[in-house]
Nanobody, 127 residues
């Protein structure tokens, strides 16, 4: 059993920065892959970034690659998402997800591959 809790969202202006945190508990050592997804109002959930725990590989959506950075804290079993140069189109609920199975790089962006999900944290970017 794995629990995921996101934090760090808020209301910011375009160009500002935020850092989201995802804290994992339970059998977090089974979380071979952790990822961030987001869902904006009226839109489907989309991939943002992922971290493959066992080899420290990362992946990013093209829309955020130049601005967002995913990182980890091994001791705390936490995943972070540093978001810089935020844009209004980044406005969404951001979800943390985890897989207890290893995923190949091409599968990291597929939300159906992740078993555990947090409740989300709201990020709102104003113009």
């Amino acid at each position: 059993q794995v629990q995921l809790v996101e934090s760090g969202g808020g209301l910011v202006q375009a160009g500002d920065s935020l850092r989201l945190s995802c804290a994992a508990s339970g059998r977090s050592d089974r979380n071979y892959v952790m990822a961030w997804f987001r869902q904006a109002p009226g839109k489907e959930r989309e991939f943002v970034a992922a971290f493959r725990w066992y080899d420290r590989q990362t992946a990013y959506a093209d829309s955020v690659k130049a601005r967002f950075t995913v990182s980890r804290d091994n001791a705390k079993s936490s995943l972070y998402l540093q978001m810089n140069s935020l844009k209004p189109e980044d406005t969404a609920v951001y979800f943390c997800a985890a897989s207890i199975r290893g995923l190949i790089l091409s599968s990291l962006s597929s939300d159906h591959m992740y078993t555990y999900w947090g409740q989300g944290t709201q990020v709102t970017v104003s113009s």
